[in-house]
């Protein structure tokens, strides 16, 4: 059975930071790209950043270059998002999701609200 679990969320200030972590079970984790989305209410899901099955390339939307980095540790299963200087617009759920040929799997989602 294949399990993505995401934690590392909560409420955070403005120019605060959060490192989410998934980690996985029930896949060849080194096999699969990763990658983190995000869904803000009323939003469609949208990819915040991903990285390859070895590390070796990474790719991020524009709202957050330069204030998020994901990286993943194959030992241990498991990818982070490393989030600083958040911005109220951040707030969404945070899935993670590992992706390999046709298969793609979704964690159940973090909730990261940024407010004062």
């Known amino acids: 059975q294949v399990q993505l679990v995401e934690s590392g969320g909560g409420l955070v200030q403005p120019g605060g930071s959060l490192r989410l972590a998934c980690a996985a079970s029930?896949?060849?984790?080194?096999?699969?790209?990763m990658s983190w989305y995000c869904q803000a209410p009323g939003k469609e899901r949208e990819l915040v950043a991903a990285?390859?099955?070895?590390?070796?390339?990474?790719n991020y939307a524009d709202s957050v270059k330069g204030r998020f980095t994901i990286s993943r540790d194959n030992a241990k299963n498991t990818v982070y998002l490393q989030m600083n200087s958040l911005k109220a617009e951040d707030t969404a759920v945070y899935y993670c999701?590992?992706?390999?040929?046709?298969?793609?799997?979704w964690g159940q989602g973090t909730q990261v609200t940024v407010s004062s």
């Open positions: 999701s590992a992706v390999f040929n046709w298969r793609r799997y």
């Open positions: 029930g896949i060849v984790f080194s096999n699969y790209a």
């Open positions: 990285i390859t099955s070895v590390g070796g390339s990474t």
